[in-house]
């Protein structure tokens, strides 16, 4: 019995991570549908007439490098939240079974030298960053002068489900091209020109694919 165990170990590993993956985003979904729960109390639901489209709706916030968004998706959809930065970015995935609203999030905190971009999406959260202490103060002094575009800025707005989300988009102004280059970042004064400091966008997996296949032609 004991050998038997013992040949077993290494599946027995790989099943108990597997479980351990999956309370985990247990867990943080659980944690999503209590955020909600409260931010619904104070300022209602979103009024959504067609359950088969997108319905996005911005949140205040008292910060003005924190954005949020209320996000209504339909049933039945496997979406993808891409989060691209200067710095590097990620994916998170999420298959949706029943139809229902989301918060989603995107900030920009300064720890010591340090400049973090947090983003929270559909299934937990993706963090990235600069550890650069003159590009932390490049983006705080200049944080007002970059371009900044936020889904819905102007109140509640239907998409349809087969469009890919733009949350956020932030772009440096070329008239900082020279001064970036004062930072131990000054390799990214080239690449700020074609991209964005920030990128954030939902949408199907689908749409995606799509889109990828349209540039690749």
């Known amino acids: ?59 205040p916030t008292d910060d003005p490098m924190h954005f ?3 996000v209504y998706l339909p049933a039945g959809l496997a979406l993808q939240q891409r989060a691209e ?7 998170s995935s999420a298959s949706i079974q029943s139809a229902g609203e989301r918060v989603l999030r995107a900030c ?20 990235s960053g600069f550890s650069d202490k003159s590009f932390a103060k490049f983006v705080q002094k200049h944080w007002r002068e970059f371009e900044v575009e936020s889904l819905a800025a102007n109140g509640p707005t239907q998409y349809e489900p087969d469009e890919i989300l733009t949350l956020l988009k932030i772009t440096i102004p070329e008239n900082l091209y ?36 349209k540039a690749g032609e």
């Not at 993956?21 to 979103?46: H, I, N, P, S, T």
């Not at 970036?180 to 074609?194: E, G």
């Not at 990128?199 to 749409?207: E, H, S």
Request: one cysteine or more; glycine letters at 8%; a positive charge.
């Open 1 to 59: 019995m004991f050998f038997r165990l013992l040949k077993n170990a290494p599946l027995l590993l790989l099943i108990g991570a597997g479980l351990c993956m999956l309370l985990q985003a247990q867990a943080e979904q659980r944690e999503v549908a209590r955020e909600y729960d409260r931010l619904a109390a104070k300022v209602g639901r979103l009024q959504v007439t067609d359950a088969s489209k997108f319905y996005v709706a911005p949140i």
């Open 68 to 70: 949020a968004w209320r």
């Open 85 to 91: 930065h200067l710095s590097g970015g990620s994916t």
């Open 108 to 127: 920009y905190r300064f720890e010591g030298d340090s400049t973090k971009v947090f983003v929270k999406g559909f299934s937990g959260a993706s963090e």
């Open 178 to 213: 020279e001064e970036i280059k004062q930072t131990k970042y000054s390799y990214l004064a080239d690449r700020i020109k074609t991209k964005p400091l920030t990128l954030v966008r939902i949408g199907t997996v689908a749409a995606f694919e799509a889109e990828e296949s």
